[in-house]
């Protein structure tokens, strides 16, 4: 079964830094794989997805992730991080339409 | 706006009861997908419909039940209600595809007493 992990619970950036949300995974097969964004009292607001193609993804709201399949890694980022990212991040593994949620990782950016 | 609807935003009940949550998905998508978030399970994967019928089971507990219905709304129903189940229930849809990326409600916040 597929699975993935956000190996930090929070991350704490200053305004205008990069910032990455790490995310790994476990799957049989080729991943296809997601990140959300979960502002305080919504639902979850898809990012970007990776299917197959170049590694480097990019979403909305200037955000992009790298896949790495060496590494079996699913890495957000973006290279400046404003106050209004703060949110909650989601990485997700879909394998026959089954997706599987991490843990999330809580970000705040600091001005 | 997501485009996908749930009502009640808001439930509370007691231990033993009974409740069905609606979710309507966003116009034209066929999959509907339904999510339980709590502080210490993190956000789990109930099970999806595809046009009316079962697509995939995640860890959906036997005393809960979904269904889709010919409009493609969908219902979750949640019996012999427990303190435990006191959560936040998402609703998804997506379209057709491959991997297709999902659309999220506002979800329902359901209190058990």
């Known amino acids: 079964a597929q699975s993935v992990a956000q190996p930090e619970d929070q991350v704490n950036v200053a305004e205008g830094n990069p910032l990455t949300v790490k995310c790994t995974y476990s799957?049989?097969?080729?991943?296809?794989l997601f990140w959300y964004v979960q502002y305080p009292n919504r639902g979850l607001q898809f990012l970007l997805k990776y299917i197959t193609g170049d590694n480097l993804v990019k979403g909305s709201y200037g955000f992009e992730a790298e896949f790495n399949k060496s590494q079996t890694s699913f890495h957000l980022k973006k290279p400046s991080a404003l106050v209004s990212d703060s949110a909650l991040y989601f990485c997700a593994v879909s394998v026959n339409n089954d997706m599987r949620f991490g843990a999330g990782t809580r970000l705040t950016v600091k001005p | 706006d997501s485009g996908v609807t749930q009502t009640p935003k808001h439930l509370i009940t007691a231990t033993g009861q009974r409740v069905t949550l609606r979710c309507s998905p966003r116009?034209?998508?066929?999959?509907v997908y339904w999510y339980q978030q709590s502080l210490d399970q993190g956000l789990q994967f109930l099970i999806q419909y595809y046009n009316g019928e079962e697509r995939a089971k995640g860890n959906i507990l036997e005393r809960f039940s979904a269904q889709q219905f010919p409009d493609l709304h969908s219902e979750l129903n949640l019996s012999s209600l427990e303190l435990g189940d006191s959560a936040l229930y998402f609703c998804?849809?997506?379209?057709?595809?491959?991997?297709?990326?999902?659309?999220f409600g506002p979800g329902t916040r359901l209190t058990v007493l």
């Open positions: 998804a849809s997506s379209p057709g595809g491959l991997a297709p990326e999902q659309f």
């Open positions: 116009s034209g998508d066929l999959s």
């Open positions: 799957v049989s097969g080729n991943p296809y």
